[in-house]
């Protein structure tokens, strides 16, 4: 592989260069140095007052990215531990970097393994990352030209701003701000895997950040924004593939990974119709306990793994293969460790989602192949395989039971946040103790959070008889069970008189006329100074990318039930007595919904304890056993 020098290289004192490693601690301290109002003042010369004050409230400096050329995965390792940077943070597959630098230098895509990492930044902006393009360049190769020429000339160097709350209406401001200042459009795209779209510019010419080109990233699809955003961008128009040059991953959407546009759409179905493998490799490496046996720095071959985890050392290292390239694990040599994300599936790990890749790889996996038969004839496709719905079928199976709990702790990050609350941050100053319920509070784990975040609270946990005694160990084990009582009952059994009510991803389960069977419940137990925090996926009403898409057509296949949007939500708890007063954003795609009772519950009066036997009856007809939260991400 001869490397061809592009038409504008000029002749250069490479001795002047900074090395590999010299520019990551200098990114990394820039990245470590900034603010963002400082930042901005310096990239576009002439933005300040208002302007600047406008831009700054609206997005955050998130990143600075260079391209490395270091001679081995263990060199790279090793100059992001020299910058105090993580050197297991997992790395992936930079595709259109790998066609960009093929493009510009004359060589062949397949021999350029150009991969991605983005360690975060030690120090007070944890949320910052320095983004390393890294192109493996053994000393004597034929990488040394493109590795000198690209350390000087900084191609793929750029600075990443997030933007905060996006909708069309930010996003176009911004755009048009920076355009005033000098900045250019340079193409940009919507990154499915992640959600996100990314806008690019050229920064102006008399810039003083010392970095040639500027990323916004916003989360969501923003189609709208984007076309003209590129319809503004003067090589868009270009033609053949010399006009994607220079541009991130998801620059183009007609060559978002470097390939010929006209096999795109070909590859593209492609990696989704083998989807369903990469389920089956993740729960394949669960099973095995393959994550328990590697660590993170220390490289084991497949023979060793094999012996340990009880499997075929041909078959275990084709697996690992496919495992390092999803960024489970990690080549090194002849061996392979554990990424930060492979450890996720390690049976100890804190928020262990090994449970979660059993059960998508198991019961829920079966399932979906009835998806056609759910859409067919609107029956759910859990009930039509197993011939009887999902909370009745593992209710059965005990070991089934306990993995379905367990994978509930998957869902913590979702969590983390809410205890934050205001309503439950405003309890802290009340003259007595206040009283949380978790209605279905599945193993605990949200009930505990609140609980140890607010030491003056009561709990109550609402659930399953077996699935009360889990709950009850894990929070006597959190040093909680002192402050909490146990009821073990239906929606029906919902206690009175508490201050807040916890209902977290319970309704996505059913559908329209059990929410409001169960929701109604909740409206007669609650009092007037009550609140209840409802904790879901909300569908996008803009139709764009999300999880909550994903989960809709998971609920209908598995359980019947079905993810909404805020109106839907909002007609349900109208027609429960109940109004939405606001909602905020959680980790993972979900939402917590603050609702109040209106003036009066709808339906008739809660009745008294001993005098409930009907609504008992009734609601056993109506919603079922109460089951726990679905173990979903």
């Known amino acids: 592989m001869t490397a061809t020098p592009p038409d504008h290289a000029t002749p250069l004192d490479h001795a002047t260069v900074p090395d590999d490693a010299a520019r990551l601690r200098e990114a990394a301290a820039f990245v470590e140095e900034q603010d963002t109002a400082t930042l901005l003042r310096l990239l576009l010369p002439g933005l300040d007052g208002p302007e600047l004050r406008a831009l700054a409230d609206h997005c955050r400096f998130a990143h600075a990215a260079l391209l490395v050329f270091p001679p081995d995965d263990g060199a790279l390792r090793a100059h992001l531990a020299a910058c105090g940077l993580d050197p297991d943070t997992p790395s992936y597959p930079s595709t259109v970097v790998r066609g960009r630098l093929a493009r510009r230098h004359g060589l062949d895509e397949a021999g350029l393994d150009v991969r991605i990492v983005r360690p975060p930044v030690p120090g007070p902006h944890r949320e910052r990352t320095v983004e390393v393009f890294a192109l493996p360049a053994p000393p004597g190769s034929d990488l040394a030209a493109v590795a000198a020429y690209e350390r000087a000339h900084r191609e793929e160097a750029h600075l990443a701003f997030e933007v905060a709350r996006p909708d069309a209406l930010v996003l176009g401001g911004l755009c048009s701000l920076l355009a005033r200042h000098g900045a250019a459009p340079d193409g940009g795209g919507h990154n499915p895997h992640e959600d996100a779209t990314v806008l690019y510019f050229t920064a102006p010419a008399h810039t003083a950040a010392g970095y040639r080109r500027v990323e916004l990233h916003a989360a969501g699809n923003h189609p709208a924004v984007l076309a003209a955003h590129l319809g503004a961008d003067g090589r868009e128009n270009a033609d053949g593939p010399e006009d994607a040059d220079g541009r991130k991953d998801a620059d183009r959407p007609d060559a978002a990974d470097g390939t010929d546009p006209a096999h795109r759409p070909a590859e593209d179905l492609l990696r989704m119709l083998t989807g ?37 050392p041909g078959s275990l290292a084709t697996l690992l293969r496919y495992l390092a390239m999803v960024g489970v694990t990690a080549r090194d040599g002849d061996g392979f460790r554990l990424t930060e994300l492979g450890a996720l599936l390690r049976s100890d790990a804190p928020g262990s989602m090994r449970s979660l890749a059993l059960m998508y790889g198991g019961p829920f996996y079966r399932s979906f192949a009835a998806l056609g038969h759910t859409v067919r004839t609107g029956e759910v496709g859990f009930d039509h395989l197993f011939g009887e719905n999902h909370f009745d079928h ?14 509930m702790a998957a869902s913590s990050r979702m969590f983390e946040p809410l205890p934050a609350h205001p309503v439950l941050a405003g309890t802290d100053g009340a003259p007595r103790p206040g009283t949380v319920v978790d209605v279905a509070g599945g193993n605990g784990e949200l009930l505990g959070l609140v609980l140890a975040a607010h030491p003056h609270l009561r709990g109550v946990l609402l659930e399953r008889p077996h699935a009360v005694e889990a709950a009850r160990r894990r929070l006597d084990a959190a040093g909680c069970g002192d ?19 916890l209902l977290s991803r319970v309704l996505h389960d059913w559908d329209d006329a059990r929410c409001r069977e169960i929701l109604r419940h909740c409206a007669r137990a ?11 996926r909300l569908l996008p009403a803009d139709g764009s990318t999300s999880l909550a898409t994903a989960w809709d057509l998971h609920m209908m296949c598995n359980t019947g039930g079905r993810e909404r949007d805020t109106d839907d939500y909002g007609r349900l708890f109208a027609d429960a ?6 909602h905020a954003p959680l980790p993972l795609g979900a939402a917590v919904l603050h609702v109040r009772r209106t003036a009066a519950p709808a339906g008739p009066p809660l009745p008294q304890q001993e005098d409930r036997r009907e609504d008992r009856r009734e609601a056993r007809r109506e919603a079922r056993y109460v089951p726990a939260r679905s173990a979903e991400q």
């Open 394 to 407: 593992f209710a059965r199976d005990p070991e089934l039971a306990d993995l379905f709990d367990q994978s």
């Open 577 to 582: 007595g109940l109004r939405l007063v606001d």
């Open 526 to 536: 609650m009092p007037a100074h009550a609140d209840l925090l409802v904790v879901e």
């Open 276 to 312: 369903a493998w990469t389920t089956q490799a993740l729960a394949v490496c669960a099973q095995l306990r393959l994550p328990d046996a590697l660590d993170t720095r220390t490289p084991a071959g497949p023979r060793t793994l094999a012996r340990a985890v009880g499997a075929d």
């Open 483 to 501: 402050r909490c009582d146990y009821r073990s009952g239906d929606f029906a059994d919902v206690p009175p008189g508490a201050d807040v009510y």
